[in-house]
């Protein structure tokens, strides 16, 4: 099994074969805090205000961008929910890939830094 510390060493890159069931949930075993939903992994991400709220997706959107996977977000007073899931596997059909799982926990670590760095 990799962990989410595996995960965050690893590099995006083109998908074109959709994970298995037992493989989604292996990873999902690294990242506790996400759920399958809908065919998509999902995160809820909670904060103290808007600013906060913001800051993160400020934060996010350099790895978003850097991994170029990205995923859909949802953004409200306290929370950010991050959708994951890869349109380019199964010939087009989509699917769930080791990208996803990649972005989501490079975002978590930014996450935990970011809760830290409030706690402080």
Known sequence: MSSAADLRLQTCRPQT???????????????PDWQLQDGKIVR???FQNYYRTLAFVNAIAYTIHTEDHHPELVITYKQCVVKYDTHSVNNGQGGLSLND??????????????VARTAS
């Open 17 to 31: 074969s959709a994970l298995s069931a037992a493989e989604v949930a292996t990873y999902l075993q690294a990242l």
């Open 44 to 46: 809820v991400y909670t």
């Open 101 to 114: 799982f990649i972005c989501a926990a490079k975002l978590d670590a930014i996450y935990a830094q970011s």
